[in-house]
Structure formats: structure tokens, C-alpha cells
């Protein structure tokens, strides 16, 4: 009796040699592909970077001018192309130039013939937004020419607020005291004063080491002081800065602000201009 012949199975598979060269053939398409993606995304890191670095330099900017607007006027001054430094200001207001009732003890409104410790301000002070308010050791300036005798960086025309409260001879003003008593030197045409606020007297924007700094309440100098010890840069990329300030029109200046700001080998430049009022 013949027995039958077994059945058998045949099996296929991958060789060595095979699955090496299906991984050298998958590296080679990879490269290839790699090289072909690499530019488009180095440009798409390329481009948010340089969007991200314009941001920070139109943001820096505009912080800039909204402070140089608000800035005491004639008190812009530069220190070399580096610095730009400012007296600001919390508001302004008009002062009574005549007595409500002409009397020696009225005393509401502002004399410049002797020493006065106090003027009624026309309108309310709590009436204003909470960071416009008149406060007590905010320094009073009248008329500031930013000259010899005239110049708020002396002291010429200004006093420390010693008191803010409502008239007592109107209840639509707000009487101004300041101690100690103060000569101004010289009137108002318009009857306007300017008050600087008490916690930040004097700011000044200064290129040092590379980046730029906002540098405030370090007392007033005869020019802008190098960075306040702990003071932070006001952004992370590195800075370069030219500031510069033309003030031939009496009543009006106009700062010219040029910066680049750097970061990972990208640049970005910027100029921009700020029309300041010099109506004191």
C-alpha cells in the first residue's frame, strides 16, 4: 500500500538583504523630500519672527509717543542721539485769574505779584478720571519756557500740592493748595497750569548695553543719568536707537524717533515722528 506524499506549505518573506535596501531607498525619498521642505519652513519661522520683532517695535513706539504727548511742554530734551528724556504730566487745567469776591482773605485766585499758597481750579476734581485727579505731593507748574528762570528741571515754576479739596467759595471749583508758598515767575497767557505726578516726576527713554530702557523717578539732572540700578529693558530683543528733536517752532516739537530692534539674526527698523505741543 503506497502512502501518500505530504503537502507542503511554501512560505514567502523579506530577505536581509531586502529590507536593508527598502530602508536605504526610504532614507533617499526622505532626504529628498526634507530638502525641498526645509526652505519653506525656515521661512515660515523666518517670517512669525520677523512679525513677532515688528510687533514689539511698533508697540514700543507707540508707548513712546503717547508718553512724549503727554510730556510737560518744553521739557523734551535730548543727551546725545541715546537718550530722550521728559518731565510728564498727569493733566491740566486753568486756574481762577481774578478773586470770586474781591477781598485780601478771598485768596481763590492765582497771584503772581507775591508768594501764594493756593488758587482755585476751575471745574471738579473728583469729576475726573481717577488717574487725571490732582493729587497731594504732585508738583504745580505754571508757564514752563524750559529757559533760564522758567524752567520746571529748576524748579522755577513749580509747587509740591499740599492739599486738594472743593472750594469752599464754589461749589464748581476745586481749591489747589501747595506748601511751601510759591512765587511763580511768570503768567500764564491762557491761565493754564500743568501738574506732574508725584510718582514719576521725570522719564527718559536711553539706549545703554544694547537695549533700551524706560528710566524714571531718578531726580532731575543736568542731563539722562545712566539706567536706574534693577530697571528691566522694556522688551528682550537688542536695540539700537537714534532720538532727535527739533523745537525751532515755539509753540509746537516734533521728536524723530528711529530704533532697530534684533533677535536670532533677524532686524527690524523703525522710524516714527511725534508732534508735541509746546503751548505752555
Not at 488717574?131 to 520746571?152: E, K, P, T
Not at 548695553?209 to 534693577?230: D, E, F, I, Q, V
Not at 532720538?243 to 523703525?270: C, H, P, Q, W
Request: aromatic share 8%; net charge neutral.
Amino acid at each position: 500500500m503506497a502512502w501518500p506524499t505530504p503537502h507542503r506549505t511554501h512560505q514567502a518573506g523579506f530577505t536581509l538583504v531586502e529590507l536593508v535596501m527598502v530602508i536605504v531607498i526610504l532614507g533617499v525619498i526622505g532626504g529628498t523630500v526634507a530638502v525641498f521642505m526645509k526652505g519653506p519652513i525656515d521661512a515660515y519661522f523666518d517670517t512669525a519672527r520677523r512679525a513677532g520683532i515688528a510687533d514689539v517695535a511698533d508697540t514700543t513706539v507707540r508707548r513712546m509717543a503717547r508718553d512724549l504727548r503727554k510730556a510737560l511742554p518744553n521739557s523734551i530734551r535730548l543727551s546725545g542721539t541715546q537718550c530722550i528724556e521728559f518731565i510728564p504730566t498727569r493733566m491740566g487745567g486753568r486756574y481762577r485769574a481774578q478773586d470770586i469776591v474781591p477781598s485780601p482773605t478771598d485768596n481763590t485766585s492765582l497771584r503772581f505779584d507775591i508768594a501764594d499758597d493756593r488758587f482755585n481750579m476751575l471745574g471738579i476734581n473728583t469729576a475726573l478720571p481717577a488717574d487725571q485727579r490732582v493729587q497731594v505731593n504732585d508738583l504745580v507748574a505754571v508757564y514752563n519756557l524750559g529757559i533760564a528762570g522758567a524752567s520746571a528741571y529748576a524748579g522755577d515754576n513749580t509747587a509740591t500740592v499740599s492739599a486738594v479739596a472743593v472750594s469752599a467759595a464754589s461749589a464748581s471749583e476745586t481749591q489747589i493748595n501747595f506748601s511751601p508758598a510759591k512765587q511763580f515767575p511768570l503768567e500764564s497767557p491762557s491761565r493754564r497750569f500743568h501738574v506732574i505726578p508725584f510718582d514719576e516726576s521725570v522719564v527718559s527713554y536711553i539706549c545703554a548695553g544694547g537695549k533700551l530702557y524706560r528710566n524714571t523717578n531718578y531726580g532731575y539732572a543736568s542731563s539722562c543719568p545712566a539706567p536706574t540700578a534693577g530697571t528691566t529693558p522694556i522688551i528682550a530683543s537688542e536695540a539700537s536707537c537714534s532720538f532727535a528733536y527739533d523745537a525751532s517752532d515755539m509753540r509746537n516739537g516734533l521728536a524723530k524717533l528711529s530704533l532697530t530692534f534684533s533677535s536670532a539674526g533677524e532686524s527690524v527698523s523703525i522710524y516714527h515722528e511725534v508732534h508735541v505741543n509746546n503751548t505752555p
